[in-house]
């Protein structure tokens, strides 16, 4: 039998809590990590056409009602990590140096992200790679991630727009930054997820070696 709205319990133990957060957004928390969780595993076993929303509360031990208080549909909650990963390169990003170019800030921001004792890079995390690599090839799973793609890269751009001073409708620099910084990031992710990497090399260092790439091609395209 599911748990009501006011008992509803994960499967998992509880999280340490976290700063600032009081007993009732701890649990919405533990609740939104049990569906997300959910999401990914019946989805990486059954495949996403076969998985119902019904299912992942079910899985989750929760009702229909609190998955919809959550998310909007299977693909956003086994895609939350991504967003949340978004937010805390946003968040990164903004105790960078202001004197720091911003490229620079950007790629170090990811380097923050990716070396967070706290949260693990996605390659220590069980099944992202897997689900990742879904992505490519499920329109729909396609459609979301750029969704959360979009969103954090337009909070990337407010960010370096503040730190330059600058207004991002009419200085296109912000954008152009951005666009370059968090390309490189997806390609390096969606190269990672298809094995194009060394195999002892880790997440972190494949990224790296993605910037490289950039600034490398970058120096040579110069004007003439």
Excluded: C
Excluded at 59 to 75: L, Q
Excluded at 110 to 122: H, I, K, R, Y
Excluded at 191 to 219: C, I, K, N, P
């Amino acid at each position: 039998m599911k748990a009501t709205e006011s008992t509803e319990s994960t499967p998992q133990a509880p999280a340490p809590g976290r700063a600032g957060e009081d007993r009732r957004q701890r649990k919405a928390r533990q609740t939104r990590e049990a569906l997300a969780d959910a999401a990914i595993d019946l989805i990486l076993e059954h495949g996403l056409a076969a998985v119902t929303v019904e299912a992942i509360a079910e899985r989750a031990d929760v009702t229909r009602r609190t998955f919809s208080r959550h998310f909007g549909g299977k693909e956003a909650a086994a895609l939350d990590f991504t967003r949340a990963d978004g937010d805390r390169i946003n968040a990164a990003l903004r105790t960078r140096p202001a004197d720091e170019p911003p490229l620079a800030a950007y790629r170090a921001a990811v380097q923050d992200w990716l070396a967070d004792p706290e949260t693990p890079g996605w390659h220590r995390r069980p099944r992202t790679r897997a689900l990742l690599a879904l992505v490519d090839t499920e329109p729909a799973l396609f459609a979301a991630y750029e969704g959360v793609r979009v969103d954090a890269q337009d909070e990337s751009v407010r960010i370096i727009a503040d730190r330059l001073g600058t207004d991002p409708v009419r200085d296109q620099r912000p954008a152009v930054i951005v666009g370059a910084a968090a390309g490189v990031l997806t390609a390096a992710l969606r190269s990672w997820a298809r094995g194009g990497h060394a195999d002892d090399e880790d997440l972190a260092a494949h990224v790296e070696r993605a910037y490289d790439v950039l600034t490398g091609e970058a120096a040579l395209a110069g004007p003439r």
